[in-house]
């Protein structure tokens, strides 16, 4: 049973396309986030939700907004994609009030 | 915000000898610090965590420590064998009552049979 899954692990694109990628979690866990990791191997957080809140990081371009139809999914929508949008794209979740996340396997997006 | 600085980026050793990895951290008042483990095409996994109120954890090979006061921390592993192989990150809260972590940016260990 994969504890944290998300949907397609590759994903191809030409730029301007819209596309989104699915995240699902078994844990039971009330916290969801989104993470990008670039080229270098750089981790860094893009949005955390649970069933009271979403938190936006600031840097993160409203092209790109989370959707969650219940807690044990989360999401990720991105509009108009850009070349710099290339990158894995890493769901997570924990338990509310832990840090300890669980990371799905990724989605390696290439926008062309 | 918290900054973590992690070091080194590369790190190669022989089979059987120890690894260490630092990390120094920004916000004094960040309470608990992760290590992750990533393979080649998988999402980082959970290997080892410490608070603040510690100053050391070990578990089997590894082992974590953190000095406050110098707000840096390291990953130990010894006995280092092939399929420890992998990229490393450490994190750090961003700040008390903060469940939002602060990556490192990694450490590439290649162990060498």
């Known amino acids: 049973d994969t504890a944290v899954s998300q949907t397609p692990k590759y994903l191809v694109t030409q730029m301007g396309n819209d596309k989104s990628i699915k995240c699902e979690q078994n844990l039971g866990h009330d916290t969801m986030y989104w993470y990008k990791q670039d080229s270098k191997k750089f981790l860094k957080i893009m949005f955390s939700y649970n069933n009271k809140e979403l938190i936006i990081n600031e840097t993160v371009p409203n092209r790109f907004s989370p959707k969650s139809p219940d807690k044990a999914h989360l999401n990720l929508h991105i509009n108009s994609l850009e070349l710099g949008d290339s990158a894995v794209y890493f769901c997570a979740s924990s338990p509310t009030g832990l840090e300890k996340l669980f990371f799905g396997s990724g989605t390696q997006l290439s926008v062309l | 915000g918290e900054n973590v600085e992690q070091h080194p980026s590369t790190l190669s050793v022989q089979e059987g000898d120890s690894a260490v990895i630092k990390c120094t951290y920004s916000d004094s008042a960040s309470n608990y610090f992760p290590w992750y483990k990533q393979e080649l095409g998988k999402g980082p996994q959970l290997i080892i965590d410490?608070?603040?109120?510690?100053g050391e954890k070990k578990d089997q090979r590894i082992a974590v420590t953190l000095n406050k006061t110098a707000k840096h921390f390291s990953l130990h592993i010894t006995e280092t064998q092939p399929e420890d192989s992998a990229v490393y990150f450490c994190?750090?809260?961003?700040?008390?009552?903060?469940?939002?972590?602060?990556f490192g940016k990694g450490t590439k260990l290649s162990v060498i049979p």
């Open positions: 994190a750090a809260t961003d700040g008390a009552g903060s469940y939002q972590l602060t």
């Open positions: 410490i608070r603040s109120n510690v």
